[in-house]
């Protein structure tokens, strides 16, 4: 299989991944975590884990997620605050809500909210 290389300032490291992947959700859906009570829009994808091996490291061993997977960058919220969340595509499904997430960045990164997902803005895209 051909690899991909790609630096990633998050993680100080350049990161090795996979040419082609598939990842399951895209920028702009609504999604939910799994096993924790939030919910959050995409923002961003990493083909695989590209954050800081500290990071990855304080994850508890038994719920640890496999690096080999794409990673989502999120505007997340729950019920008490809004965050930025860094979540495997096995830690997430789609929001069944369909709602608007109520994170104050969304209005700088997207235009609207349709049919269950965001507009990223015209000026973001490439």
Do not use: C, K
């Not at 598939?22 to 995409?42: E, L, N, S, T, Y």
């Not at 595509?89 to 609207?112: E, Y």
């Amino acid at each position: 299989m051909e690899r991909a290389e790609f630096f990633s300032s998050q993680a100080g490291r350049t990161i090795i991944a996979p040419r082609q992947t598939r990842a399951r959700f895209g920028i702009g859906d609504v999604v939910r975590h799994r096993m924790f009570d939030f919910r959050g829009v995409v923002f961003d994808i990493d083909p695989v884990f590209a954050n800081s091996e500290e990071w990855y490291q304080s994850i508890p061993e038994d719920i640890r997620p496999q690096r080999d997977q794409p990673f989502y960058h999120l505007l997340a919220e729950n019920d008490d605050s809004s965050y930025v969340a860094y979540v495997s595509q096995g830690n997430l499904l789609a929001d069944p809500d369909g709602g608007p997430i109520d994170h104050p960045t969304v209005r700088q990164l997207f235009d609207s909210f349709r049919d269950g997902r965001y507009r990223m803005r015209r000026a973001l895209t490439h």
